[in-house]
């Protein structure tokens, strides 16, 4: 059985860091892009950040360029989201995506296993 599990979120003053996780266990995810989403209450999910399988290509959602870096390492079947220069917009519950597809046309077509979220919470 596939399961998704993030872990790093926390509290926050604007300004400050954090670096979330994303572990899979049940199958590899190598070959196939992975992401990162977030949900702030009462408001839809949007996408945030994409990384191809090989970690060659990453994508990243225009409120956090140069702010955020998703990496991966796959012999431990991982994503991260290294989070600098936290601003309290960026509060919401945050959540890894796997199997995905990243291509030309979109920065990230999601797949079909989701992790249960970590809270992020940056205060003013």
């Known amino acids: 059985q596939v399961q998704l599990v993030e872990s790093g979120g926390g509290s926050v003053q604007a300004g400050g860091s954090l670096r979330l996780s994303c572990a899979a266990s049940?199958?590899?995810?190598?070959?196939?892009?992975m992401g990162w989403f977030r949900q702030a209450p009462g408001k839809e999910r949007e996408f945030v950040a994409a990384?191809?399988?090989?970690?060659?290509?990453?994508r990243y959602a225009d409120s956090v360029k140069g702010r955020f870096t998703i990496s991966r390492d796959n012999a431990k079947n991982t994503v991260y989201l290294q989070m600098n220069s936290l601003k309290p917009e960026d509060t919401a519950v945050y959540f890894c995506n796997a199997d995905g597809i990243i291509s030309s046309g979109s920065p990230y077509s999601m797949g079909d296993y989701w992790g249960q979220g970590t809270q992020v919470t940056v205060s003013s």
């Open positions: 990384i191809s399988g090989s970690g060659s290509r990453t």
């Open positions: 049940g199958r590899t995810f190598s070959s196939s892009a």
